[in-house]
C-alpha cells in the first residue's frame, strides 16, 4: 500500500509564506508526475502545479511567480514553496502522484493540508 502524507500548512498573514511537502511511502518502486490541487469551500479542486521525474514543472497562472515546485527523488518527497500569499491562496491543498509498482500504475491522493491566508 502507498501513502502519500501532507505537511507544511497552516495560517498566515497576506504576503507571507509556506512550504508544502508531500512525502510518499509504502511499497512501491517510483514515482512518476506529481500534482498540487486546492479547494476551497464551494468550490471545484483545481490544479495548482505539476512536476515530472525529470523536472518539468506546470503552475496554474495565478499562482505563477509565487509557488515553486520542486522534489527529492531520493526523499521521494516533492515541495510546494509558497510565497506572497493572498487571501485567495486560502484552500485545502492535496497532493496527487502516479505510483509505479513492479505490475501497474496507480494514481493516489493525500489526505490535504489547511492553508489559511488571514491577517
Known amino acids: 500500500q502507498v501513502q502519500l502524507v501532507e505537511s507544511g500548512g497552516g495560517l498566515v498573514q497576506p504576503g507571507g509564506s509556506l512550504r508544502l511537502s508531500c512525502a510518499a511511502s509504502?511499497?512501491?518502486?517510483?514515482?512518476?508526475?506529481v500534482r498540487w490541487y486546492r479547494q476551497a469551500p464551494g468550490n471545484q479542486r483545481d490544479l495548482v502545479s505539476s512536476?515530472?521525474?525529470?523536472?518539468?514543472?506546470f503552475y496554474a497562472d495565478s499562482v505563477k511567480g509565487r509557488f515553486t515546485i520542486s522534489r527529492d527523488n531520493a526523499k521521494n518527497t516533492v515541495y510546494l514553496q509558497m510565497n506572497s500569499l493572498k487571501p485567495e491562496d486560502t484552500a485545502v491543498y492535496y497532493c496527487?502522484?502516479?505510483?509505479?509498482?513492479?505490475?501497474?500504475?496507480?494514481?493516489?491522493w493525500g489526505q490535504g493540508t489547511q492553508v489559511t491566508v488571514s491577517a
Open positions: 512536476i515530472t521525474p525529470g523536472g518539468s514543472t
Open positions: 496527487n502522484a502516479d505510483v509505479r509498482s513492479s505490475s501497474y500504475l496507480r494514481n493516489y
Open positions: 509504502g511499497n512501491f518502486s517510483g514515482i512518476n508526475m
